[in-house]
Structure formats: structure tokens, C-alpha cells
T-cell receptor, first 109, second 115 residues
Framework: TQLLEQSPQFLSIQEGENLTVYCNSSSVFSSLQWYRQEPGEGPVLLVTVVTGGEVKKLKRLTFQFGDARKDSSLHITAAQPGDTGLYLCACYTGNQFYFGTGTSLTVIP | GAVVSQHPSRVICKSGTSVKIECRSLDFQATTMFWYRQFPKQSLMLMATSNEGSKATYEQGVEKDKFLINHASLTLSTLTVTSAHPEDSSFYIC???????????FGEGSWLTVV
């Protein structure tokens, strides 16, 4: 079983639509990170959420950390083709750094 | 600029040979380095965690004799894929963290193709 389960796994939407990606776990984390990755490149950090219930905004992206610090969501408003990519949540546990199962987003012009 | 550099970015090797991928931290001392494997449109799968000067900790299901990881210095970790097979073809990414893992930096990744 995966430590961090993301849903949906694949998402294809039209430009201008809104979407939400979920990252769920049965474990409690001190923090969660969200990354975006382009094919053939390393992941790029978008945000780190630390406090339960925390909401962070990055332009059209809104990140939320669950009150119990077991889950997180990423909401994109008015998606654009440039948002296309693989979105990954990630966490530290022990001395390891794990990624979620990933959500592959395609925004169609 | 990049703070973690991976080399080579692409490598093609013959089945049965070994190939080494280097991961270097450029501006900081990386006490911990992580190695991941990734298939197209899938997430990064943690293979092993290495701490400078000690043996790597491998994730369940990863063959430590096949994927040799060395972290001999605070700026360099290497992943050697031994006796490579076509099914080892993948995208391999390293990341490096400073002491306390306050920040994690990722390499650019290495494409391995075994023919």
C-alpha cells in the first residue's frame, strides 16, 4: 500500500475549467509538500503546508492541509495549458522522503 | 542555477553491462541523498536513502546487489545499475537534503536505456 494516495490518477480537462487533486493518507504528517513535474525533468516544489487547516495560495493554485494533517488538496482555478504536468504530493517520514501516487493533468486548449 | 547535478542525463548501455549515475550537490553538504525511479506518467518511487559515510537503506523490493549506492562524500552519491537488463530502463532521479532535511533539492534526472 502507498503511504500517500492521490486522486484522480489522470485528469484531462478543457482550458478554463477548475479542478481539485487530493492527497490522502492514514498517517499524520508534520508537513506535506506539493510538486509539479514536467516530463524528463526533476520535480519542482510548489508549496509546503505545515499547520492543520492551513490554506496557501499561489496565483491560481490553492493548497489546503487537512485539520488532522492526514490529507491535502490542490485546487486549480481556470486551468491553462501551461498547467499540464504531473502533480505530486510528498512527505517526510522517518529519514525517508516519499511521493504520492501522482496525478497526471492535461489541460486541452 | 541547479544545486544538485546528475550525470549523465542520458545513457544507453548494452544488456549485461553496468552503468553508473552520479549525483552531486553543488552548493551545500548533502548529508542525505535519495534515489528514485520513475516510469512514464507515474510517480517517483523511492529506491533507497543514503547517508554520507554509511550504508544505504533500501526500500522493500529493491535489490541492493543490483542497485549499488555509494555516498562516500558530502557532495557525491552514485547509483550503479549492475548487470543491466532492458527492464531496468527508466528515468532515475536523485535528490539531496541538507542536515535536518530542511530543504530537498532534485537533480535533473537520468534516462537509462538498456538495449
Amino acid at each position: 500500500t502507498q503511504l500517500l494516495e492521490q486522486s484522480p490518477q489522470f485528469l484531462s480537462i478543457q482550458e478554463g475549467e477548475n479542478l481539485t487533486v487530493y492527497c490522502n493518507s492514514s498517517s499524520v504528517f508534520s508537513s506535506l509538500q506539493w510538486y509539479r513535474q514536467e516530463p524528463g525533468e526533476g520535480p519542482v516544489l510548489l508549496v509546503t503546508v505545515v499547520t492543520g487547516g492551513e490554506v496557501k495560495k499561489l496565483k491560481r493554485l490553492t493548497f489546503q492541509f487537512g485539520d488532522a494533517r492526514k490529507d491535502s488538496s490542490l485546487h486549480i482555478t481556470a486551468a491553462q495549458p501551461g498547467d499540464t504536468g504531473l502533480y505530486l504530493c510528498a512527505c517526510y517520514t522517518g529519514n525517508q522522503f516519499y511521493f504520492g501516487t501522482g496525478t497526471s493533468l492535461t489541460v486541452i486548449p | 542555477g541547479a544545486v544538485v547535478s546528475q550525470h549523465p542525463s542520458r545513457v544507453i548501455c548494452k544488456s549485461g553491462t553496468s552503468v553508473k549515475i552520479e549525483c552531486r550537490s553543488l552548493d551545500f553538504q548533502a548529508t542525505t541523498m535519495f534515489w528514485y525511479r520513475q516510469f512514464p506518467k507515474q510517480s517517483l518511487m523511492l529506491m533507497a536513502t543514503s547517508n554520507e559515510g554509511s550504508k544505504a537503506t533500501y526500500e522493500q523490493g529493491v535489490e541492493k546487489d543490483k542497485f549499488l549506492i555509494n555516498h562516500a562524500s558530502l557532495t557525491l552519491s552514485t547509483l550503479t545499475v549492475t548487470s543491466a537488463h532492458p527492464e531496468d530502463s527508466s528515468f532515475y532521479i536523485c535528490s539531496a537534503g541538507d542536515r535536518g532535511l530542511n530543504t530537498i533539492y532534485f537533480g535533473e534526472g537520468s534516462w537509462l536505456t538498456v538495449v
